[in-house]
T-cell receptor
Framework: AQSVTQLGSHVSVSEGALVLLRCNYSSSVPPYLFWYVQYPNQGLQLLLKYTSAATLVKGINGFEAEFKKSETSFHLTKPSAHMSDAAEYFCAVSDRGGKLIFGQGTELSVKP | DTGVSQDPRHKITKRGQNVTFRCDPISEHNRLYWYRQTLGQGPEFLTYFQNEAQLEKSRLLSDRFSAERPKGSFSTLEIQRTEQGDSAMYLC??????????FGDGTRLSIL
């Protein structure tokens, strides 16, 4: 069975500071991994995906994530936080059958 | 690409009533997914269709829940005899095969 654990339900950073959101996964098969962002009362928007090509994946809005098989991790980073980055972030895994298994989410707050 | 559309955006109903939600996927997408998201949690998979065939159902989908995609285009999710625990955001997503899923803005269901 596949699962995702997001470490830290709330992360707070200052504007301009590094953003690091942690995600660890469990999968019995090579996984597809995703990061989605959700703004209040909206659906989820894809930030980036890993599908067994390059281990460092670049996404939209300056975000990137690195797949580390040895650590079963797929942490999301952004060098410099912006106020507009404040949102809920979800890490998800897929077994290539399509359905997504999500973590519990991390709420990112950005302080001016 | 007009995006995934869900209707209604909000539904308030009394316990015991039946409700039906509609999802219109992106037109060229052959896969359609339903997820449920409760407050403070990540989305949980309910079911998915490839064209008109329902290929997988979660054990979360009790007998009171039924989903259809009659012509392989739009889909409906019906909940019969609603219960307090059905209060949640119901999210629809679509994709072309194993490409990343695009989400609608969801239908928020409140049970009085």
């Amino acid at each position: 069975a596949q699962s995702v654990t997001q470490l830290g339900s709330h992360v707070s950073v200052s504007e301009g500071a590094l953003v690091l959101l942690r995600c660890n996964y469990s999968s019995s098969v090579p996984p597809y991994l995703f990061w989605y962002v959700q703004y209040p009362n909206q659906g989820l928007q894809l930030l980036l995906k890993y599908t067994s090509a390059a281990t460092l994946v670049k996404g939209i809005n300056g975000f990137e994530a690195e797949f580390k098989k040895s650590e079963t991790s797929f942490h999301l980073t952004k060098p410099s936080a912006h106020m507009s980055d404040a949102a809920e972030y979800f890490c998800a895994v897929s077994d290539r059958g399509g359905k997504l298994i999500f973590g519990q989410g991390t709420e990112l707050s950005v302080k001016p | 690409d007009t995006g995934v559309s869900q209707d209604p955006r909000h539904k308030i109903t009394k316990r015991g009533q039946n409700v039906t939600f509609r999802c219109d996927p992106i037109s060229e997408h052959n896969r359609l997914y339903w997820y449920r998201q409760t407050l403070g949690q990540g989305p949980e998979f309910l079911t998915y269709f490839q064209n008109e065939a329902q290929l997988e159902k979660s054990r979360l989908l009790s007998d009171r829940f039924s989903a259809e995609r009659p012509k392989g285009s739009f889909s409906t999710l019906e909940i019969q005899r609603t219960e307090q625990g059905d209060s949640a955001m119901y999210l629809c997503a679509s994709s072309f095969d194993q490409q990343p899923q695009h989400f609608g803005d969801g239908t928020r269901l409140s049970i009085l």
